[in-house]
C-alpha cells in the first residue's frame, strides 16, 4: 500500500491532456461519489459537507472536468500510478471563495486510461487548535498532499 513516505509525488501541476482524460473516464464514478459521501457524513456529521448545504445534489455534481480539473499531482508505483486532482465545484462560492474536492484515481500499468480506477475523495477531519475541523470542500490554497482514504 502506498504512503506518503513510500511514494513520490510529483509537483501540483495544471492538467495535462492524460490527466484530464483520466478523470473524464471516472467522472460518473467520482460524482456517485461526491453525492454518497455527503449523505454519509450528513448522518453524523454535517460539518464535513457544510460549504455544500443549500445546493442540490444536481448542483453539486455539475463539474466538468475539461474545465474544472485544475491542479494535479502524480507518483509511480509498483502497481501502477497514483493521481491526485483538485476539482472545482462551480456551484460553491462562499466567504471562503470557490469549493474544490480533492479526488484520488489509481491508473494501473501497461493498458492505457480504459482501466483507471477511482479511489477516494479527501475528507479532511482535522484539528484547529483544540477544535474539531471537518472538510471535504478545500480551498483553492488548500495543497493537493497525498492521502489515503
Same mark, same amino acid.
Given at each position: 500500500?502506498?504512503? %506518503? %513516505? ?13 490527466a484530464v482524460e483520466a478523470f473524464t473516464i471516472v467522472a460518473p464514478t467520482i460524482k456517485a461519489e461526491i453525492l454518497k459521501s455527503r449523505r ?13 448545504? /443549500? ?25 501502477? *500510478?497514483?493521481?491526485? /486532482? ?10 471562503e471563495g470557490e469549493g474544490y474536492i480533492h479526488v484520488r484515481i489509481h491508473d494501473p500499468p501497461n493498458r492505457g486510461a480504459e482501466d483507471v ?8 477531519? /482535522? ?11 478545500? *480551498?483553492?490554497?488548500?495543497?493537493? %498532499?497525498?492521502?489515503? %482514504?
Open positions: 500500500m502506498a504512503s %506518503e %513516505e513510500t511514494i513520490n509525488l510529483n509537483e501540483a501541476h495544471p492538467p495535462r491532456a492524460n454519509d457524513w450528513d448522518k453524523h456529521e454535517p460539518r464535513m459537507w457544510s460549504r455544500a448545504s /443549500g445546493i442540490s445534489d444536481e448542483d453539486l455534481i455539475k463539474f466538468n472536468v475539461d474545465a474544472d480539473l485544475v491542479q494535479v499531482r502524480s507518483a509511480s508505483t509498483s502497481y501502477g *500510478t497514483i493521481i491526485l /486532482g483538485k476539482i472545482k465545484i462551480p456551484a460553491i462560492n462562499d466567504e480506477r477511482f479511489h477516494s475523495l479527501f475528507t479532511d477531519e /482535522g484539528k484547529s487548535g483544540s477544535e474539531s475541523t471537518w472538510r471535504a470542500v478545500h *480551498t483553492l490554497n488548500t495543497p493537493l %498532499e497525498f492521502f489515503n %482514504e
